[in-house]
């Protein structure tokens, strides 16, 4: 028997070489059940006794997602945003916590309403700044840093090992959400990271079905004991169908990220400096201040998602949304499917976002329909 351990492309494309004793079927089963009979000894017989706590198939999504990320475990939840309220809910009260100033609107949201609410102690850093996040560390104090890279909607990108080393240096957790480029692509736990977290309904599931979020951690203990219960006790497990949806998706995430890079590159180069547009920002092109950094740790590919920024006004940016024919005018990323949105339309009036900015997530579609399709939307859209 060999002992060449297959590379994660494998391990994934086999959902870990599932293979059922019984029958021989290479795709595992969805167990859909809410309690759990004990044994003779009136003992529970897997880790789990009734819904909340997870069961077969959301434990095999998280082995997987275990394997991709280098974890000592993964923690699946029924949204990215359950996940990132966990570890919010899981801080002590009145914890210090670091976290960027514009990133993902609905994680900002929950940061700014525990502040509000007294529960904890937030400073905010721009994004991707190192000397701006070492400012707002209070060794000792500080318990969380939350770095969000690439992060929304401009992508900037941070250092996840120097992020790492300001972080331990005051005794506080780094996690990163590297939603916008699966790990696949960004090993976060590698450059340092405490915790990853991701959006699984991105580019993980892949194919706009479920939404759900991950938690992936380097080493267990209480932290993580507190997260687990409090997903046990809020009911806000990845549901079991979802979780099949989820390592079925897994399967291709190998390709599909590829094909998405390739894509989002070839758009981008085409488009940057267009008559068009004021500014193309995607850390895939030398001209995005994050590139540097990008190479060394997207080692995986800089993903399928990037900004533009239109000349004209707000209304020329919504109409080029409006004009789309083959990218969907649909919030989300990661898909298999293009789509754009208006940023500033869908995070809310009061985020700090340009007008104008466009958000494209590249899908696995062909790039000449893709870039054809931008193109008669531009057109269209500054017509006079
Ligand atoms: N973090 C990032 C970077 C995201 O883009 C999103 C969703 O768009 C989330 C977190 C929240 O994840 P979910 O929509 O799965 O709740």
Redesign the pocket.
Known sequence: MSNRKPALATRLAQALRYLDADTGAVIPPIQPVATYARDEAYQPRKPYWYRRDGNETTAHAEAIIAQLEDAAEALLFS????A?SAVIDAMAAGAHVVVPEV??H??LDRFQNAAAKKRLEVTYYPAGDLAAMAGAMRPGQTRLVWA?TPN?PYWEVTDIAAAAAIAHGAGALLLT?C??TAPCATRALEFGADIS?H????YLNGHSDI???VLSMRETGDFWDDLILTRKLQGTVLQSFDAWLLIRGMRTLFLRYERATENALTFARHFEGHQALEAVLYPGLPSHPGHEIAMRQTRGGFGGMLSVITTGTERTAIDVVRACEVFYPA???GGVESLVEHRKTVSGEGFPVHPRLLRLSIGIEDVADLIADFEQALERALAP
């Open positions: 949204s990215g945003m359950s990132a990133m993902y609905g994680v969000e929304n959400d939603t916008g977290f959006s699984a309904t991105k939404t759900a979020g919030t989300s990323l």
